[in-house]
């Protein structure tokens, strides 16, 4: 008999003693945070992914549960040159290696060149692939090139005829200066 694995409850030790895999092919409105930064642009996508569980030694330590996790989606953002949407690749390739509890991997995380986290019986494995790629999000999305050509300008008319018609404050200032000759 096959133990069924839920990627909303998953227990993390089982699921890596078994070697298992899981992926799916969610529409991105499973992910109410990330749906969220989407501003409603595209509903419809998908995020692709992929988890493998196992147990494996790792400096000389047996028994250490690990979970590598995949993720793909296109998610859509606004391009910060010419302000229309740009689907930006996301992509998440990452290992985690599960400890004890939330103590042992705040003490390991220092010296650990791995992610940690803590090994649960009923972990969230969407909460972590959401997690992923809010991280994986560009700080400025853009267009490699733009669709649309964007007006480069300097100077703004409007801008420049509203500084012509006011009057410089300091001008007051020259008529009461007095210049004095060279005694």
Known sequence: MTKEHSPDRLDVKAFAQA???LSGHDSLLKYERLASEAKGLHPDLLVD???HGEVRATHGIGGQIWLHLTVRALFPMTCQRCLTTVD???EVDREFRFVADEATAEAL???SEEDLL????EFNLRELIEDELLMALPVVPRHEE???AMPLASTDEDFEEA???KPNPFAA???LRKDKPDA
Do not use: E
Not at 118 to 121: F, G, H, I, N, V
């Open 19 to 21: 070697g298992a895999h």
């Open 49 to 51: 992914w992929q988890a």
């Open 88 to 90: 930006v690749p996301l």
């Open 109 to 111: 995380d220092d010296d």
């Open 118 to 121: 803590a090994l649960s019986r």
């Open 146 to 148: 733009c669709p649309t």
């Open 163 to 165: 500084n012509a018609q």
């Open 173 to 175: 200032l020259a008529s």
